[in-house]
């Protein structure tokens, strides 16, 4: 109750803001840049076993990654913990990680910057 009470007085402060362009204004004078990385367990031979052979898991690998204009690419194949360190020293902070039933972790990194003496 206390929450929806709160959201209707809000919301047309929220509207007019929007529309006077002050919340936009506010972080126009930064940018940001985005990596999402796909690690997936990286299997080596299959190894016999009862009742059903099962692969031997190797390592977490990047699968697929993807990176905005500003940000480092990471290479398909690398160790994933080598990745994420990279990305990290470069100044991204981990927004989100989600695992898969395939045992795939998706990590998102952004880093946001203020652009110089925007005018």
């Given at each position: 109750m206390k929450k929806t009470v709160m959201a209707v007085l809000?919301?047309?402060f929220l509207i007019t803001g929007l529309i006077l362009g002050i919340i936009p204004q506010?972080?126009?004078d930064r940018t940001t840049d985005?990596?999402?990385?796909?690690?997936?367990?990286k299997?080596?031979?299959v190894i016999p076993?009862?009742?059903?052979?099962t692969p031997e898991p190797e390592e977490y690998v990047v699968f697929v990654s993807s990176s905005s204009?500003?940000?480092p690419v990471v290479a398909k194949g690398t160790d994933c913990a080598q990745a994420m360190?990279?990305?990290?020293?470069?100044?991204?902070?981990?927004?989100r990680v989600k695992g898969t039933q395939s045992h795939d972790l998706n990590y998102i990194l952004i880093?946001?910057?203020?652009?110089k003496n925007k005018k």
């Open positions: 809000y919301t047309p506010a972080f126009a985005v990596v999402m990385i796909n690690c997936s367990v299997f080596s031979d076993g009862p009742p059903f052979p204009a500003g940000a360190a990279d990305v990290l020293s470069a100044g991204f902070e981990l927004r880093k946001n910057k203020r652009l």
